[in-house]
């Protein structure tokens, strides 16, 4: 369950790489993950060497709600350091994006002969492979399993499935920030992801609501974000419904080229 990857053979080689970094770092609320790769807490400059560190061992690393102020600085900063840069705005929801998923899950419901599954420990490994085929034909990365089986982090994984027991749609949220970090009580969301067979039926936006209630519900966390890169307006106009906005916050992701040759991790 701990050496659990996914995704195409560079992205699994990165998710074994940050789950090392896991067991070193996952007690400091100084770094966070949510099973893609270990990255810093802080969006201070004070966390800059830090985020390059990590971006030269695992790959990439990643430096989430970086400030308006300081985003223009920080890229330089990566840049100089020969890294390359990826970029999501980062979008939040809380008390208002919880009212907007139980009033979507109070009118909306999956078609007739889907049902909804949720991912634990005893998960069959078939089923963890259905998903990686799901998110992958998405272009998004599903993360290391010991995050979607809530083991490293609480977490909540669901997915929609055929009577058959095909999965056909995806979604996830996963308490990135260690417990006793400022950010303890927010988590990631998102992985929304459907086959092209089920698409236009509304599944990632029940989906995306039923992550979301039940991580709130089960863990008690009080926040959420999300990261949309510039542009998405499909992901803008979902996450809209939802009750998430966007920030003047930037999801700065950096990537060294010698270690992790793709030009980004996720959709």
Not at 89 to 97: K, L, N, R
Request: aromatic share 6%.
């Amino acid at each position: 369950m701990l050496d659990e990857f996914f995704g195409s053979p560079a992205q699994q080689g990165l998710q074994r790489r940050a789950a090392a970094m896991w067991a070193l770092l996952g007690d400091d609320p100084a770094y966070c993950c949510h099973g893609r790769a270990v990255g810093v807490t802080d969006p201070s400059p004070d966390s800059l060497a830090q985020q390059i560190s990590l971006a030269r061992l695992q790959g990439v690393s990643s430096c989430e709600g970086v400030s308006e102020q300081d985003v223009a600085a920080r890229r330089d900063a990566l840049q100089a350091a020969g890294l390359s840069l990826d970029e999501y705005v980062s979008w939040a929801g809380g008390d208002e994006a919880v009212r907007a998923a139980r009033e979507v899950l109070a009118s909306r419901s999956l078609p007739a002969g889907l049902s909804i599954g949720q991912v634990d420990a005893d998960t069959p490994a078939e089923v963890m492979q259905q998903l990686d085929r799901v998110t992958a034909s998405c272009e998004v990365l599903l993360p290391m399993g010991q995050f979607m089986r809530g083991i490293a982090r609480p977490a909540v994984c669901v997915y929609a499935q055929t009577d058959d027991g095909e999965v056909v749609a995806t979604s996830a949220a996963v308490a990135q920030f260690h417990p006793d970090s400022p950010r303890g009580k927010e988590f990631w969301w998102g992985m929304l992801a459907t086959d092209d067979r089920c698409r236009g039926q509304g599944l990632a936006l029940v989906l995306g609501a039923e992550s979301m209630l039940r991580m709130v519900d089960g863990h008690g966390m009080t926040g959420f974000f999300t990261g949309i890169r510039e542009g998405n307006a499909l992901s803008e106009r979902l996450c809209t419904k939802l009750g998430l906005e966007a920030t003047d916050r930037t999801i700065i992701i950096s990537i060294a080229p010698e270690v992790f040759a793709a030009g980004s991790v996720t959709k």
